[in-house]
């Protein structure tokens, strides 16, 4: 997992769906609130 400086979430969520995915399913509520709020903004290309 790699964020590199003016990347969108678009191509943060493309270049890291696998990780995000394992971390969605996550004990903690703040981490996967964050994976889950990424993976639906990167996903939806209106956003």
Aim: proline share 2%; no cysteine; charged share 30%.
């Amino acid at each position: 997992m790699e964020y590199k400086k003016g990347m969108s979430i678009k191509e943060f969520y493309e270049e890291n769906k696998e990780w995000l995915q394992k971390i969605a399913m996550s004990g903690d509520i703040v981490v996967r609130s964050m994976a889950l709020a990424i993976m639906e903004l990167g996903a939806d290309p209106e956003q």
